[in-house]
């Protein structure tokens, strides 16, 4: 079962999110290679694909926030887009696109950062977003402070942390073609003077904070792939902080915790075909007799033939036929 723990260190501004991901995440999969146009993800997209899902729910779930976060990467090698989706009560779906081939052992920058142009963007979309509200987005790129590539996802999401949201964050990820796993580690803002004075003097307390904090991320550090893929939480937390007092919440499971869910629909389709308009609309169903429309995140196709079209442009604003969906 897909699982989110939370927990704090008592009496330090340090908390911590573990987060693993098994039917949540080989539902993605398993739509993915159902797709007989794309076909399964070769095995270093899926463990991009699955370190980005861990680490957006990993944040979706350390922000006060209501709306879905959507973690992108915008490549510039023959991976072009792979994007994750988490909505607030961590319905996620995730997607990549690949042209071409990658190699059995494909690094990150091979594969989305060939001539050190691809980004990453965390965008924050508000739930009930008002008309003309824009949602919230930050940019990073794929490299370092001296233009070096990273290869590694949890560096460059640590420098969007540090960046974007001033939060010393400390990441740990992991992926294969069962699960999904992250951990975050994360220095909570200081309060009350020593924030307002600003970052230029450092007071005794302050540092002494930052010394709990570097332990705690220095034994996070420590945690190897292999152990995040394949233990138990009570595990991996037990052998991390078994020196540290840790106060753990209700983990966030089941019905409450990180499932498979898409957020297409019939009617956003038809949304989609009204704004290209009624003459291209005519000119594919001319052309092909029906208009199909498969979601790249799900795998449903849609198929719209000339009568639903018809209703589409003559009726736009009722609910469009729930007629021909074929999952
Ligand atoms: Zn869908």
Redesign the pocket.
């Known amino acids: 079962m897909s699982e989110i723990h939370k927990f704090l260190f008592e009496g330090l501004p340090v908390r911590g999110v573990l987060v693993r991901l098994t039917d949540a995440w080989t539902e993605v999969l398993r739509r993915r290679a159902a797709n007989l146009e794309h076909g399964a993800y070769p095995e270093p997209l899926q463990n991009l694909l699955g370190e980005m899902t861990a680490a957006a729910v990993l944040m979706q779930s350390s922000i006060k926030f209501d709306g879905a976060l959507v973690l992108q990467i915008f490549g510039d090698g023959p991976v072009k887009l792979a994007v994750v989706e988490v909505q607030p009560d961590f319905g996620l779906?995730a997607t990549a696109t690949l042209n071409g081939v990658l190699a059995d052992d494909a690094s990150l920058s091979q594969m989305v950062n060939v001539g050190n142009t691809g980004r990453c963007a965390i965008t924050l979309d508000p739930q009930n977003r008002q008309p003309g509200q824009q949602p919230y987005q930050g940019v990073v790129p794929l490299f370092g402070d001296a233009h070096e590539k990273l290869e590694k996802l949890s560096d460059v999401l640590q420098h969007y942390m540090l960046q974007s949201e001033q939060l010393d964050t400390l990441l740990v990820l992991a992926a294969d073609e069962h699960v999904a796993a992250g951990l975050l580690i994360q220095r909570l803002p200081m309060q009350g003077a020593g924030n307002l004075a600003g970052s230029s003097v450092a007071t005794e307390d302050e540092i002494g904070v930052n010394q709990h904090y570097q332990r705690i991320a220095l034994l996070a550090s420590s945690l190897k792939r292999e152990e995040l893929l394949t233990l138990d939480v009570d595990t991996i937390l037990r052998r991390l902080f078994w020196q540290e007092d840790l106060r753990r919440f209700e983990p966030l499971q089941g019905v409450k915790g990180p499932r498979f869910s898409?957020?297409?629909s019939r009617q956003r389709v038809s949304q989609m075909l009204l704004s290209l308009g009624v003459q291209e609309a005519h000119s594919i169903l001319q052309e092909r007799g029906e208009i199909e429309v498969s979601?790249?995140?799900?795998?449903?196709q849609q198929c719209f033939d000339a009568v639903d079209v018809a209703q589409i442009f003559h009726h736009p604003g009722q609910k469009a036929p729930a007629s021909s969906a074929v999952q």
């Not at 979601?295 to 449903?300: E, S, T, V």
């Open positions: 779906r898409c957020t297409c979601c790249d995140f799900c795998g449903l």
